[in-house]
């Protein structure tokens, strides 16, 4: 999974001192005021990394992706779907001067330098490939705490879904997970033994990433990949120790099919659904999965009213003329947490 990073070139990396720091200042739109605050590092020589925080709203922090900087401009955004959050700023000695740009909302800002970068709370592992489970070469996020072991996730996403899952891994990784993304192409038929394949030797692969707890590996996959994907979770032993399903679609007998494995093994699966994704039937879908899935204790499907693809209500303003912030659809970080439980 490629995160943020930005290489200046060779005539620049000679002049251009990088603007790495912790830098705070509020964001203003239609009069509220959202605190904002941003890590600004140099990963290796001449490459930036960057991490935007948002004290009020946490669950809006990201990792940036896209980033670039030419004296005396900083570029970057939010590994999303369409629509996601996009910074342009120059730089002014120790303060950054730039723009917001959200969806419809575009904010000015004045953010100042407040000395050093906070350390991002992950670290990014490269697990080689490995010949004798023919697994890819796969880029791990590892939490940076304290912990001996962690939980570890693979997400598996087509080439729609890539961006929003490489900002749910950066999430987990926060939270204490061992993370990976996985590019799956789109299947024109099913079952379709090349992805199945790989899906599968990556669960094995995990096992071998730093601090993994090879008890607790588990899959998630979004969208349409997921059908060719889930399969695996039951194929190696032991087999996946849970499976979370996020908008993923399921318009037919023939498409519930690949699910029906998880309820014979009994592996427990969380589905999310966000209410406004209109890239499918969200209500068809959950009917058919629950059918599939059968009504057992460890399995939870979930939909969130009003929530667009990315898991989130659309700003606006209130009644009172007061403008409200987009933010995560109340209730999802909590459910991926409680169900963990």
Known sequence: MLLAGCSLDSGQKAVVSLPTGHYEGPISYQGTELLTVLDLRESKPGQLEADLHFPEIEALDFAATNLSYTEPQLRFEEPAQPGGIQITAIREGDFLRGVFTLDSVRADFVWVRRGQPEPRPYQEKQLPAQPALHSPPLTVLVPNDTATQHAAVALFADAAHQAAATARASQLARQGFVTTVVPVNPVAELPDSATLRTAATVLLALRRAPT???????????????????PAATLVKPQAAFVVLENVPVASVEQAKPFQGLTRQRVPVLGLYAAADT??????????????????????IQTFPKADANFRVPGGLTEEGKWNWPRPVSGYVKAIQEWRK
């Open 279 to 300: 890239s499918l039937n969200v209500k068809e879908s959950t009917r058919r999965l629950r059918n599939a899935l059968g009504f057992r204790r460890n399995t939870l």
């Open 212 to 230: 993994t707890d090879t008890t607790k590996i588990g899959l998630w996959a979004t969208g349409d990949a997921a059908a060719a994907v889930i």
